[in-house]
C-alpha cells in the first residue's frame, strides 16, 4: 500500500496527542473526576478535529507524494 509520508505523520501526531491526553486527563482538575468513557470521547473529538485540521492544511498547504 502506498501511503504518503504526510498521512503517516499525521496519524503519528494524533496518536501522540491521544496518548498525551489520556496521560493528562488525570492531573487536570476539571477532567479529574470525569469518567473513561467521558474522557475517551473528548479525546476522541479532539483527535477528529486535529485530523480534520491537519488534513486540510497539508492537503492544500503541501505536494501530494513523499
Request: net charge negative.
Amino acid at each position: 500500500m502506498n501511503v504518503p509520508s504526510k498521512t503517516h505523520w499525521l496519524l503519528i501526531l494524533s496518536f501522540v496527542v491521544s496518548l498525551s491526553l489520556t496521560v493528562s486527563a488525570s492531573f487536570i482538575p476539571p477532567l479529574s473526576d470525569w469518567r473513561l468513557l467521558d474522557i475517551i470521547v473528548y479525546e476522541m473529538l479532539i483527535i477528529g478535529g486535529l485530523v480534520l485540521i491537519f488534513g486540510i492544511i497539508w492537503k492544500t498547504a503541501l505536494p501530494e507524494g513523499n
